[in-house]
């Protein structure tokens, strides 16, 4: 791997480079680990105190070639895109062209939208994650693995939105709905005659002067991205999102995403600070709530505004304190999370998790792989399938690509495509009985279907 490196910090903001905000030590330190051991490509961390920020980065934007990345390397930012698409809502709502309360399928002539005993979706419903859709559509079904929503059109949304039947009544819960943001980005390009791109670029990218902020990026943009990686190190193409780009689709550099941050932070304008007033609770027991997009949470006796995003080679994290002082962005073109590194810059002294070593994996007996292929259902609506195929034992999801496992210890498996593990469990007659999912510290137990 190229060795990795720290960048001199480049002053975007005020002052002399020599005021320029330092990057606290332990961040720093794990940015350096990270991308000295592959387990990243590259890193670049944008720091905003007050009025002024400085730019890190580390590792190399092209393997091999020694190239640094800085403020305007162009990366992909993931669902860090669906504050943008709320932001063109709350300029909407201040402009006076729609309301929140607003049923969405006042703007989409010609679709059917789903409601539940009456009660409607709408434009708040999908901005909280609170519209009752599934996160992904339930006829989401990739041909290209590596690029999975590039076949994913609108006449595909509209026939999902036509058939798909509400648990429950929106308005009632909170859950994350990739779909739904699609269909409000869907809806406000409609509203406005316009494409969801020309919007953004009218709406937030332009007045900002964010050259480097498009859904559909152009030469020079491209020529200054960063290749996208899996977890495993292997290059894969940068995601085509097609209709459902308002929840991911946006690519961005760390100069734009402090200029974005900075809008919010300082005397913010109506739409801004309509987008990060609380509207909802995630949970009916916890602190966190929601407003347009931005989850919003207490810490250190700081309030916080923060968001982060993933497509299949890149990460990305956004935060600023909500009394305009501190901020942070962290882009990188690997597909593993980087949020812990963005909470410990945005409020410093946060501890780090341990650093995880790279899983070794081991050798199994063909045969012995077999007796893990199986369907395992969670509820209706998903289910993991394990097949062997040539290069050994593959897990796909409902509506997912195929992702390798690879063994690290009897019944135990780990992805590198994907940061999670699958333990089997045998019963008493030594036959697989479940599968457990270890994933972003949860465990879900998955029983294996006669």
Known sequence: MTPAFALLPLCLAGGAALAAPMLDDAVRQRAEALTRTGMHASIVIAVIDGKDSAVYGFGSVHAGKNIKPGADTVYQIGSVTKTMTALLLADAVVEGKVKLDAPVAAFLPGYTVPA????????LDLATHYSSLPRLPDNFAPQD???????YTAAKQRQFLAAYQLPRAPGTTFDYSNIGYAVLGTALAEQAGSSYEAL??????????MRSTSNQPKHGMLARLAPGHLLSGEPTPAWDLNVVAPAGGVYSSARDMVAYLQAYMFKPLRPYALAIQPQRPVAPDGDTKIGLAWLLEQRQRHGYAWHSGQTGGYSSYAAFTTDGKRGVVVLTNTARDVDALGLSTLLPGTPLPPLKKPQTAIEVP???LSEYVGEYPMGTDFTLTVTLGKRGLEAAGTGMGSAPLFANAKDQF??????AELVFTRDAAGKIASAVLKQGGQDTVLPRKP
């Open 414 to 419: 780990f992805f590198r495509a994907i940061d």
């Open 116 to 123: 539940f005993d009456g009660k409607t979706i709408s434009l």
């Open 200 to 209: 953004l670029q009218k709406r937030i990218a332009v007045p900002l002067g």
């Open 366 to 368: 063909r045969a012995a």
């Open 145 to 151: 693995p590596a690029n999975p929503y590039a076949d």
